[in-house]
């Protein structure tokens, strides 16, 4: 799927500099990258995701800052579902927002608090989050297509295992 190279060596580089162009950043946070080869990018302060091939030639870009379908408020983590969709984590609109890969909301989960940023796809294809909250309550949330599980975790356990679990794309 990507190109072979040693370990020590860079293929690319996406993005130069700070800006709101196509190709620049403003404090990128999430990535993923799907079946095809596609990477999507949480372009957090552009308020945006883009997309790249796995050459890193840019492919598009959707969102803006706003609350409606399709925009968003610091989107900080994104994941790819095994449908093939998108699961953005919508930080300051504290949602987390499933689209297609066009940037079409299909539906969203409101969360009480802000998502964390460490979205992936669970085993059986539910949305994991993690949510650190102000007053000091750690969890991580489980999304089954309308349900939200909070289990209580130690994050040092839970990075530690998400650092070691292969990411589902």
């Not at 950043?25 to 302060?45: C, K, N, Q, V, W």
């Not at 840019?58 to 790819?80: C, H, I, Q, T």
């Not at 689209?99 to 964390?116: H, V």
Request: net charge positive.
């Amino acid at each position: 799927m990507f190109p072979r190279s040693s370990p020590d060596k860079l293929l690319y580089m996406i993005g130069k500099r700070p800006g709101n162009q196509k190709k620049h950043f403003r404090y990128p946070r999430g990535l993923a990258i799907s079946e095809e080869g596609h990477i999507y990018i949480a372009d957090t302060m552009n308020h945006r995701i883009q997309k790249f091939n796995q050459c890193g030639v840019f492919l598009g870009m959707f969102g803006s800052k706003g609350e409606w379908n399709g925009e968003f408020n610091e989107p900080s983590a994104v994941a790819v579902t095994v449908d093939g969709d998108l699961a953005v984590a919508d930080r300051k609109n504290k949602r987390i927002q499933v689209l297609q890969t066009d940037g079409q909301q299909l539906f969203e989960f409101a969360t009480k608090d802000e998502p964390f940023g460490a979205l992936r796809v669970g085993p059986e294809g539910h949305l994991v989050d993690l949510e650190f909250t102000s007053n000091g309550n750690h969890c991580a949330k489980i999304f089954r297509y309308g349900i939200c599980d909070c289990h209580p975790i130690s994050p040092v356990n839970l990075m530690r295992s998400m650092a070691t679990t292969p990411m589902t794309a």
